[in-house]
Structure formats: C-alpha cells, structure tokens
C-alpha cells in the first residue's frame, strides 16, 4: 500500500492481494466485512501518504471506531499522529458515528409507513443503533 510510480496509493496487485488474504482468513467475505477491511486500508494508505509529505510528524498508533453505514455497523481502525492533524477523509465528520445513507434509509422507513418497533427490528437485524427519539415530533 505504498505509492507506486504512477503516484497512486494502491494498484492492482495489493488490491488484488488484500482480497485474497481477506478470503483465505474467512473462507466467505460479506459485503460489510469488505467495506470495513477496505477502509481501514485506505485509512492507513492516507495516513502514510500524510506523514510522508509531512516529515517531521510521526505515527501514533490507533483507536477503535464503530460506524453506522447502509450495510450494516464496522469497528474501524483508525489511524492517528503525533500532531494530531490528521483526519482520515473516509469518516464522516467529527463526532458523527453515521453515514448519511443509514438517515436516508430511517427516512425511506418512515415515508413508507413503518412503524417505530418496525423501524427498530430493521436497524437492529443490520447492526445499526437506533434511538426512538429521532423519530419523535
């Protein structure tokens, strides 16, 4: 996942790579699987492209993170530095745990005349976090 010589974070064969360790650990890949391995990869993809064009800064580890998203929830790794400047561009803005798809698909709910336990059972059947409150008027 280093830059190549064509100035791009990844290619072809890391792809390609990634993919296949990600089948040989699990036998069978969900789409929420391959959505939060991918991201943590391209966290760390930016977070090295970060640190080379700032030298003087260095890695510090990471935390856990879990994110609400259209295919269900993932526990990313995100990466972080010393001078706390950098912020990986894939998640959503500061303090935001969901994507604007899981609001879309709570509207899409209402619209088409859910009920609130009904609501409930769909969130919860994709591992997404549901307050009743958010529906109250």
Same mark, same amino acid.
């Given at each position: 996942?280093?830059?190549?010589?064509?100035?791009?974070?990844?290619?072809?064969?890391?792809?390609?790579?990634?993919?296949?360790?990600?089948?040989?650990?699990?036998?069978?890949?969900?789409?929420?699987?391959?959505?939060?391995?991918?991201?943590?990869?391209?966290?760390?993809?930016?977070?090295? @492209?970060?640190? #080379? !064009?700032?030298?003087? $800064?260095?890695?510090?580890?990471? =935390?856990?993170?879990?994110?609400?998203?259209? *295919?269900?929830?993932?526990?990313?790794?995100?990466?972080?530095?010393?001078?706390?400047?950098?912020?990986?561009?894939?998640?959503?803005?500061?303090?935001?745990?969901?994507? @604007?798809?899981? #609001? !879309?698909?709570?509207? $899409?709910?209402?619209?088409?005349? =859910?009920?609130?336990?009904?609501?409930?059972? *769909?969130?919860?059947?994709?591992?997404?976090?549901?307050?009743?409150?958010?529906?109250?008027?």
């Amino acid at each position: 996942m280093t830059e190549n010589k064509n100035n791009t974070i990844f290619d072809y064969n890391s792809i390609n790579k990634f993919i296949t360790e990600l089948q040989n650990s699990s036998g069978s890949i969900t789409s929420t699987q391959l959505l939060q391995a991918g991201l943590n990869m391209i966290m760390m993809a930016e977070r090295n @492209a970060h640190l #080379e !064009n700032n030298p003087t $800064d260095k890695g510090n580890g990471s =935390y856990l993170r879990k994110l609400g998203t259209s *295919t269900g929830q993932v526990e990313l790794i995100v990466p972080r530095d010393r001078d706390g400047d950098f912020r990986p561009s894939v998640l959503p803005k500061q303090y935001n745990r969901d994507f @604007a798809e899981r #609001e !879309n698909l709570i509207m $899409d709910l209402v619209i088409n005349g =859910y009920s609130p336990n009904q609501i409930h059972k *769909t969130l919860t059947s994709m591992n997404l976090h549901y307050n009743p409150e958010v529906l109250e008027i």
